[in-house]
């Protein structure tokens, strides 16, 4: 008789969409366990034995959202490309990401809601903050240090290329029709690469 396959990812997967959809529809608070149960056809038991709370999920989510935007960056050897091409590309991997899940910005601006008075939350966002500048501003840096960008500010400018990326889709959430996240997003990052480049 040969072994039963592990469902256990299969499973976690299943759970974590039918959240997303829960939470997407009605809002952390209003969410409940039971309505994730149901949209995934599992018992509430088996729910929880993946999953203890609504925070385990949020925190799913968040780590599915960010963890493929990060493992992208880190398949590449950025430090084989000049400093300019390798902001462009960082750009476009996260113009890609923010295209795959502009359905679920309902949920990310409940993230930040959820930051203030939700640790558990706000340590997950800082954790992927900062592994963002992690790998923005060594590019910055590097550029800097082989003349191809000014003398600035390494860290300002990785602060800079975050509130360009974060404050745009921002912006889309209050009036959709004035700003397009692909367009605005590319336009800032360049204005932004324009300022730090060096002067011939």
């Known amino acids: 008789m040969s072994p039963r396959p592990n469902v256990s990812d299969e499973r976690k997967v299943q759970i974590i969409n039918a959240a997303e959809d829960v939470f997407t529809k009605k809002g952390f608070d ?12 599992l018992s509430k038991g088996t729910l929880y034995l993946y999953f203890k709370s ?3 999920l949020i925190i799913a ?14 398949n590449i050897d950025l430090s084989t490309m000049s400093a300019t091409d390798a902001v462009s590309l960082f750009t476009d991997m996260v113009i890609k990401d923010i295209k795959i899940i ?39 840096q590097r550029g800097i240090d082989t003349g ?23 912006l889309w959430v209050y009036d959709k029709s004035l700003i397009e996240p692909e367009r605005h997003i590319r336009s800032g990052m360049k204005l932004l690469l324009e300022g730090v480049q060096a002067r011939i």
């Open 148 to 170: 191809e960008f000014r003398q600035v500010d390494a860290h300002e400018v990785g602060i800079a290329s975050g509130a360009i990326i974060e404050g745009t889709i921002l």
């Open 102 to 140: 502009l359905r679920l910005m309902p949920i990310a601006y409940e993230f930040l809601a959820l930051a203030f008075r939700n640790k558990v939350v706000k340590r997950a966002l800082k954790v992927y903050l900062n592994r963002y500048m992690g790998i923005f501003i060594p590019i910055i």
């Open 61 to 74: 989510i968040l780590d599915r959202i960010f963890q493929r935007e990060f493992q992208a960056f880190e």
């Open 54 to 56: 609504k925070d385990d």
């Open 30 to 41: 209003e969410a409940r366990m039971d309505d994730i149960a149901e949209g995934t056809g």
